[in-house]
T-cell receptor
């Protein structure tokens, strides 16, 4: 079946612009996660959704970052006023049976802020 | 807090060599443990997992045993192949206050030469 998909696959933007990253989880997966992978910080957790609610936003690095999930499916991660340090690969994952269930990852969105 | 420490490499081996990648963790409670693999140009894939003490996860010739007494989850393979060249991440699942996330080690790049 279809896996987790993310779009765009690559995004180049100028410092100060806003960007939106999209994640389509595996159908039926109630849990959705965003992570960030960068050279300096490795893989970092950003936010967790159970259904449409986000009980844990603790990983969002600043108030420029926000995320929403609608209809228990698609999620959008928005970064406002992008900075060069936001350059990274943003990964989305979904899980059928949290907690402790397997998280299935999408291919990621590579963001470059110039 | 919750953390994962793993060998960072990079490591280069010859085909058919024995592989061990050490992973130790610090966690409250009893986390599930995972090894994820990232092949060149691809997304994160689950390699194997273990959900409780003394469980052994195995896949594609790789094995890891959940050792609660030593808080370890070392990855082993008896005979590596060129196709095993990838970055390997050890991770634990943290469940707290209705939230869930993966905490990753920094990853280890493995290159296998023919």
């Amino acid at each position: 079946g279809a896996g987790v998909s993310q779009s765009p696959s690559n995004k180049v933007t100028e410092k100060g612009k806003d960007v939106e990253l999209r994640c389509d989880p595996i159908s039926g997966h109630t849990a959705l996660y965003w992570y960030r992978q960068s050279l300096g910080q490795g893989l970092e957790f950003l936010i967790y959704f159970q259904g449409n609610s986000a009980p844990d936003k603790s990983g969002l690095p600043s108030d420029r970052f926000s995320a929403e999930r609608t209809g228990g499916s698609v999620s959008t991660l928005t970064i406002q006023r992008t900075q060069q340090e936001d350059s990274a690969v943003y990964l989305c994952a979904s899980s059928l049976v949290p907690p402790g269930g397997t998280q299935y990852f999408g291919p990621g969105t590579r963001l470059l802020v110039l | 807090g919750n953390s994962v420490t793993q060998m960072e490499g990079p490591v280069t081996l010859s085909e058919e060599a024995f592989l061990t990648i050490n992973c130790t963790y610090t966690a409250t409670g009893y986390p599930s443990l995972f090894w994820y693999v990232q092949y060149p140009g691809e997304g994160l894939q689950l390699l194997l997992k273990a959900t409780k003490a003394d469980d052994k996860g195995s896949n594609k010739g790789f094995e890891a045993t959940y050792r609660k007494e030593t808080t370890s989850f070392h990855l082993e393979k008896g005979s590596v192949q060129v196709s095993d060249s990838a970055v390997y991440f050890c991770a634990l699942s943290v469940t707290q206050g209705g939230s869930e996330k993966l905490v990753f080690g920094k990853g280890m790049k493995l290159t296998v030469n023919p």
